[in-house]
């Protein structure tokens, strides 16, 4: 399909779902009614997290300049109502994924795998003066650039064959071992993390939930290490890298222009969305699932 036949095919995924995620409930009780329809600001949204449009003034022009036939009440719109319109159904991001996750897309519930991506919020030697998040962003290591950073980690969990499933937003000095209980709340099955999530305790907690979850000796070049390293296994926790590699390059996840809880949660929503509807169209059309450049000839 070429961008317009994959808008449109967005737009009507969207609509079609909407009714059963409000559930004849009116999202606004008071107010004049927005001059763009909630379908179509997700929809916007989704496309430019698609196309690479990570900041929201940049989104807004492009759609305002090149597609003012799909959507004609952007030109009588202002880009602050449009911003705090899209920041303002995050929620309603989060029950559209969830719908797609447990409604339309097959994927394997009893086979996961969990890790964490580093999302700093500014530049390491700005951090004690930065005002954004203050209280909320923590100082935290960036094991794959080995440097110290100040933000979030976004602690995700894939299911088999890539369906971001389960995440969770925490400061950056929240380690691994902490979060991946609340990760894997009401899940079965075996899980596969990296080395950091080689932790006995917690794995024999999870244990008693109906969780195995495995993970590779903590000491890479220990004796223990070869009774727990298994190359196949390996091989499938390396998909998780794909998954944050596409946030990152695609969506620029790592590049937060956000200042504030509200729209930091509304971005990565929208990101993951974006990558829970490609996923859904291309498990329909029976293609390879992470292949989202694909979908647009």
């Known amino acids: 399909m070429n961008l317009d036949d994959f808008i449109i095919t967005c737009f009507c995924v969207i609509d079609e779902m909407m009714p059963m995620i409000v559930k004849e409930q009116r999202l606004r009780t008071r107010g004049p009614a927005p001059k763009l329809s909630d379908s179509e600001v ?3 949204e989704i496309i430019g997290s698609y196309l690479g449009l990570s900041q929201d003034t940049t989104l807004f022009a492009y759609f305002r300049r090149h597609y003012p036939h799909f959507f004609p009440g952007l030109l009588d719109l202002h880009r602050t109502s449009f911003v705090r319109q899209a920041a303002n159904l995050w929620a309603i991001k989060e029950r559209l994924w969830c719908a797609l996750r447990d409604t339309r ?3 394997d519930e ?3 795998i969990v ?3 580093p999302i700093p919020v500014c530049r390491f030697a700005r951090a004690p003066w930065c005002v954004r998040f203050r209280g909320e962003a923590s100082y935290g290591k960036d094991h794959a650039d080995r440097q110290t950073f100040y933000g979030f980690r976004l602690h995700a969990q894939l299911s088999w064959p890539g369906l971001l499933t389960h995440v969770f937003l925490a400061p950056a000095n929240e380690a691994d071992g902490e979060i991946v209980p609340i990760l894997l709340k009401g899940t079965t099955g075996v899980v596969l993390g990296d080395r950091n999530y080689w932790l006995p305790d917690v794995q024999a907690f999870l244990r008693t939930k109906g969780i195995v979850l495995q993970a590779p000796f903590r000491l890479a070049h220990s004796p223990k290490a070869a009774a727990y390293q298994s190359p196949v296994l390996g091989r499938v926790r390396y998909l ?4 944050f590699g596409q946030l990152t390059d695609r969506c620029q996840m790592k590049r937060v222009w956000a ?3 509200w729209h930091l949660r509304n971005r990565l929503l929208r ?3 974006m990558r829970t509807i490609c996923f859904f169209l291309n498990q329909q059309e029976a293609a390879p699932y992470l292949q989202f450049d694909r979908l647009i000839a």
Request: charged share 20%; glycine share 0%.
């Open 110 to 112: 009893c086979l996961s």
């Open 115 to 117: 890790d964490s991506v």
């Open 105 to 107: 897309i097959t994927y």
């Open 271 to 273: 990101c993951i969305l």
């Open 240 to 243: 998780i890298d794909t998954v």
């Open 42 to 44: 997700i929809t916007m």
């Open 259 to 261: 200042r504030d809880l």
